[in-house]
């Protein structure tokens, strides 16, 4: 079974700057996670998709961050405009349920953001 | 208030020698405590996952244990290798009734094994 892709592995922009992260899932899995970690810390969610529509976004700052998941299946995350303190990895997790049930969460590979 | 708490948030060790991790959570109910290893550069993968009725879980030389009453987890690494060195990161995921659905993410400890 193919792992969750993500692109691309390494960005480098200049404040102020725009960048959009891509996502694909694992084929049939329902909810898709975007986290944001910061070095030295654990995993911060940014926004649940469950299928196509937005479980919680809480977390994410509306201000400069987005997110979709067209057709339910690929999503993309995007900074606009970028500041220094949202140099972080960002991972993308699937999951074939919500958490709280005995669901396995599967992670991509990350990719790592410098703003300069 | 939900909360994961590791320690040590940083530990080294050498080649062969045994250590364990520890985690405290607040989350409760709960459904499943997970420990996670992280590769620098790399995602979380899942190394043991344990209900709310299970006390311990082996994935070769790793072990976990837990305790529902005082709410504490550990992961034993045995006989470590170079390869041990990465993050370990302990995620509760809540129950019903817990007023959350999101799985709670512990800081990690970052273990350095030398040679």
């Known amino acids: 079974e193919a792992g969750v892709a993500q692109s691309p592995r390494y960005k480098i922009i200049e404040k102020r700057q725009s960048v959009a992260f891509w996502c694909n899932p694992i084929?049939?899995?329902?909810?898709l996670y975007w986290y944001q970690q910061i070095l030295g810390q654990g995993p911060k969610l940014l926004i649940q998709?469950?299928?196509?529509?937005?479980?919680?976004d809480s977390q994410l700052p509306k201000d400069r961050f987005s997110a979709e998941r067209l057709k339910g299946v690929d999503s993309t995350l995007k900074i606009q405009p970028a500041k220094l303190e949202d140099s972080a990895v960002y991972l993308c997790?699937?999951?074939?349920?919500?958490?709280?049930?005995?669901?396995?969460?599967?992670f991509g590979p990350g990719t790592r953001l410098t703003v300069t | 208030k939900n909360q994961v708490e590791q320690s040590p948030q940083s530990l080294i060790i050498l080649e062969g020698k045994n250590c364990t991790l520890q985690?405290?959570?607040?989350?409760?109910?709960?459904?499943?405590l997970r420990w996670y290893k992280q590769d620098t550069g790399r995602g979380p993968v899942s190394l043991t996952i344990?209900?709310?009725?299970?006390n311990t879980k082996s994935n070769g030389r790793y072990t976990a244990t837990l305790d529902a009453d005082t709410k504490q987890s550990s992961l034993h690494i045995t006989a470590s290798q170079l390869s041990d060195s990465a993050s370990y990161i302990c995620v509760v995921s809540p129950g019903v009734g817990s007023g959350t659905y999101k799985y709670i993410f512990g800081t990690g400890t970052r273990l350095k094994v030398l040679a």
């Open positions: 997790a699937s999951s074939p349920r919500l958490a709280g049930h005995s669901y396995e969460q599967y």
């Open positions: 344990m209900t709310f009725s299970e």
């Open positions: 985690c405290n959570y607040t989350v409760s109910p709960f459904s499943n």
């Open positions: 084929s049939g899995h329902a909810t």
């Open positions: 998709f469950q299928n196509n529509g937005v479980v919680d």
